[in-house]
């Protein structure tokens, strides 16, 4: 089976936990959130989830399955296909009418019942639950939870005698977190001291407003992009993956009015022409005011690089208002790319990428340090003096089975605090690309508005 830190990353995609402050039921204010319930919208991720609780498990003592409504019911029916154990449902309320029953499925009295719950706290949902399963005439006597908040839940229950078997604990998920750069020092600190019972000191500090951005930027492109956007009131950039001349102009006229730049790979088009090809794109560009940006990805010497940016049949110094690069070059390989931004690549999206967290951090000094360059390309927050243009963002899919993995709106800006979002395969591939282009928008605004 995979490894079990890649698995979590893979969730955690789905943006089943949260960090921050957020105020929980109780009335306490906690620096992470958890929710998996998106989990149960991924078939692979849930069967693969299901097969990791089970592999826990002594399943020759148990002879039924039954999830802790409401959140851990797909959980158990999954788990209860993989391992082919009766499931049973346990209902928040008795039925009003017909048989009134708490419990509903076929059991006989004297079975013994594995109970799952997606994630436990104090606990006492659990001991809710427990005995209305065992007025039934049922034993519980194991308890399999996903993530422990480590909040005392686990031990409490163990008190009692039940056996409670966890895949994962919060500590855990930081130090994978942390390692992977998603969660900064202060962060872990702040819930180890929140799960130790000390009060926790929350950061007041909110994301600087595309206003506020456009005040400090100093780059003419940084400075134009953040005027398109507030006046458009979006952050989308929509990826032009298309082979053809016809189809970029169509896909440029359809989401223009919607995007504050249009990403290209010029050397995909297939009958590329500067006259037929780029002219009638800048001139689309100029129309619908939104800025080009040609995704190169340069990653050479300086000499080639400007080579491969000012000559050769695309002249992208011609046409492009800013273009990609990876930084591997070094400082000076970034100095060809004149009266353009430039976007460093500091992380990549998809899984596997050897972009690992020393080359991010001796990359984001070389952008740091880089007059042309206006932002970068990450997976995780970068300083406010750079702007993230973060891809991979989909609304529907958590990835494309080649590696890319994606991220909501919501996720890119209230955790990652992006400020432009890349979308591709989600409005290209639409049966309507001008309302998809429309949907990616708003939802991109709203969710930059909810992070403020």
Known sequence: MENKKDFFLECYQLGIIKFGRFTLKSGIESPFYVDLRPLASDPKILKRLANYLLDMLPLDNFDLICGVPYAALPMATAMSLESFLPLIIKRKEAKEYGTKKMLEGIFQKGQNCLLVEDVITSGKSLLETIPEIENEGISVSDIVVVLDRQQGGKEMLESKGYRVHTLFTISEVCTILKEEGHLSDDEV?????????????????????????????????????????????????????????????????????????????????????????????????????????????????????????????????????????????????????????????????????????????????????????????????????????????????????????????????????????????????????????????IAGWNAYLESL
Not at 228 to 251: C, H, M, P, Y
Request: proline residues 3%.
């Open 189 to 441: 600190a702040r819930i180890h001291d929140f799960l130790e019972g000390n009060e926790v000191k929350f950061e007041e500090k909110k994301r600087p407003t595309y206003e506020q951005k456009l005040e400090s930027a100093e780059h003419s492109v940084a400075k134009k992009l953040l005027e398109i956007s507030i006046e458009k009131k979006s952050n989308l950039i929509a990826s032009a993956d298309v082979i053809t001349t016809q189809e970029l102009l169509d896909f440029a006229e359809k989401v223009g009015p919607h995007i504050v730049a249009l990403k290209t790979h010029i050397d995909i088009i297939t009958d590329f022409d500067p006259d037929k090809t780029i002219l009638p794109l800048k001139d689309l560009a100029t129309k619908y005011n939104f800025l080009l940006m040609e995704d190169r990805k340069f990653a050479d010497i300086g000499n080639t690089q400007e080579l491969q940016f000012s000559y050769g049949i695309y002249k992208i110094s011609n046409w492009a208002d800013f273009v990609t690069s990876h930084v591997i070059g070094g400082y000076d390989s970034l100095d060809c790319f004149l009266n353009v931004g430039v976007v460093a690549i500091l992380g990549m999206s998809s899984k596997g990428t050897l972009t690992d967290k020393n080359y991010q951090e001796e990359a984001l000094k070389v952008a740091q340090s880089h007059p042309n360059v206006i932002g970068g390309v990450s997976q995780k927050q970068l300083p406010e003096e750079l702007l993230l243009f973060t891809p991979g963002v989909n609304l529907s899919d958590s990835g494309d089975g080649k590696g890319q993995q994606y991220n909501t709106p919501e996720h890119v800006f209230r955790n990652l605090q992006t400020d432009f979002m890349i979308v591709g395969r989600g409005i290209y591939r639409a049966d309507d690309v001008e309302k998809a282009a429309l949907r990616y928008k």
